[in-house]
């Protein structure tokens, strides 16, 4: 609860403090507090736009412990759609194959809760995952990108990536993310899928595959933010999908 609500719309780091509350210490806001989010979502958004501090704030909610059960709060007090716009196209957005389980924004949520508790996980199979991601200097970046990943998927075009790396540039932008963080992000988006191409369609004992990967990531850190990315994204498609062979 709101302590003092009608701050709420006066103080534009109260938001989050609010949220970064959710994602340290894994409670979630009030049924009231959702309720008065949802009632001044165009006041918050006036609020917010080019705000110079609103990236350094967010960006140190995506590091909390529990940044995911915080983003799954902000999607459903609708105000995931007010700091990302590209969000909205996703929500509640049928993939119809018989491979997605989950509508587009639940599946992008899943896969960023797959992510988050990797730190969180004691499971022996998820080991040398965990380690990675213990090992990563900016998991807000991995995050962030898993959350505009397939927000191309509510377009026309063939090749959701692309557009997903088009609009997300919008958003970095005007989120005032600085240009070497917006370039590893468009990289995260960009080739999101190229893992999952190269584990079904290339020989992994080859050396050359290794060669073709080191050239399309160039640094340990980005093959690190990609190979977590891979996992949570295949993670996140159905309860099955992430099989052992997928995950070795």
């Not at 959702?34 to 609103?54: H, T, Y």
């Not at 970046?141 to 026309?156: N, R, V, W, Y």
């Amino acid at each position: 609860l709101l302590k003092t609500p009608h701050l709420l719309t006066e103080d534009p780091e109260l938001i989050f403090k609010l949220f970064s509350f959710v994602a340290r210490h894994q409670v979630r806001p009030a049924w009231d507090t959702e309720r008065r989010i949802q009632a001044n979502l165009d006041k918050l958004s006036s609020m917010l736009r080019g705000s110079p501090r609103v990236w350094s704030q967010f960006s140190a909610l995506l590091r909390l412990p529990y940044a995911d059960l915080a983003l799954s709060a902000m999607q459903e007090c609708g105000f995931l759609p007010v700091l990302l716009p590209p969000w909205e196209g996703i929500q509640s957005l049928v993939i119809r194959d018989f491979h997605h389980r989950y509508t587009v924004d639940e599946h992008t949520l899943v896969a960023v809760r797959n992510v988050c508790e990797l730190a969180r996980s004691q499971k022996e199979e998820q080991r040398r995952l965990a380690s990675l991601y213990a090992e990563l200097e900016r998991v807000d970046l991995l995050i962030l990108a898993l959350l505009l990943h397939d927000t191309g998927k509510a377009g026309d075009g063939a090749n959701h990536a692309e557009l997903s790396s088009n609009q997300a540039e919008e958003v970095l932008v005007s989120l005032q993310i600085p240009a070497d963080e917006r370039e590893h992000i468009r990289f995260l988006i960009e080739d999101h899928l190229l893992l999952s191409s190269v584990m079904n369609s290339r020989d992994l004992e080859d050396e050359k595959t290794a060669e073709f990967i080191a050239h399309r990531t160039g640094t340990v850190e980005r093959l690190k933010m990609l190979t977590l990315l891979t996992y949570a994204d295949i993670s996140a498609v159905h309860p099955g999908a992430m099989t052992a062979w997928r995950r070795d």
